[in-house]
């Protein structure tokens, strides 16, 4: 029997929050709440957020994804090394997502993706993503885990 959108999250901690120095908090905000009224556990750090908060914050909520948000363009310098940070901390099984307005520039969306899950995260998504398509990519992410594979197929 499948589960619900709820019952896969039930359980799940998130750490969300927008790294670097950007200080676009708006649409973090707005995810947060769509996350938490899908049943997850949310850990915000706000606007202004150094990579290693989010890490830390992950230890200590024992978190089972991290959620980065970045819309001032410099996501891909403020971004590398994340993985290795996590994996450092101990945490290197732990779901990552990145969104927003990643790099600067003009740039096809498939290159930008590609950047970032070379640099180990899960998923990237682009300007504009629905909370609703956040949602169903998380549960099936953790769906997928539960069976045994790192990510759901796309």
Same mark, same amino acid.
């Given at each position: 029997? #499948?589960?619900?959108?709820? &019952?896969?999250?039930?359980?799940?901690?998130?750490?969300?929050?927008?790294?670097?120095?950007?200080?676009?908090?708006?649409?973090?905000?707005?995810?947060?709440?769509?996350?938490?009224?899908?049943?997850?556990?949310?850990?915000?750090?706000?606007? *202004?957020?150094?990579?290693?908060?989010?890490?830390?914050?992950? *230890?200590?909520?024992?978190?089972?994804?991290?959620?980065?948000?970045?819309?001032?363009?410099? @996501?891909?310098?403020?971004?590398?090394?994340?993985? &290795?940070?996590?994996?450092?901390?101990?945490?290197?099984?732990?779901?990552?997502?990145?969104?927003?307005?990643?790099?600067? @520039?003009?740039?096809?969306?498939?290159?930008? &993706?590609?950047?970032?899950?070379?640099?180990?995260?899960?998923?990237?998504?682009?300007?504009? *993503?629905?909370?609703?398509?956040?949602?169903?990519?998380?549960?099936?992410?953790?769906? #997928?885990?539960?069976?045994?594979?790192?990510?759901?197929?796309?």
């Amino acid at each position: 029997m #499948a589960l619900t959108a709820t &019952e896969h999250a039930a359980g799940k901690t998130l750490v969300t929050g927008v790294i670097g120095a950007d200080t676009h908090i708006v649409g973090n905000r707005i995810l947060s709440l769509a996350l938490e009224d899908a049943g997850f556990k949310v850990v915000s750090l706000g606007a *202004i957020t150094p990579a290693e908060d989010f890490v830390k914050a992950a *230890i200590e909520t024992a978190a089972d994804a991290i959620l980065v948000s970045s819309l001032y363009g410099q @996501g891909e310098l403020d971004c590398r090394g994340f993985r &290795e940070l996590c994996i450092e901390a101990g945490l290197e099984g732990i779901l990552l997502y990145v969104g927003g307005n990643l790099v600067v @520039g003009k740039h096809s969306w498939e290159m930008v &993706e590609k950047i970032f899950l070379d640099m180990g995260f899960d998923r990237a998504f682009p300007p504009g *993503i629905r909370t609703d398509d956040v949602i169903g990519m998380l549960n099936a992410d953790f769906e #997928a885990r539960a069976e045994g594979r790192r990510i759901a197929e796309s």
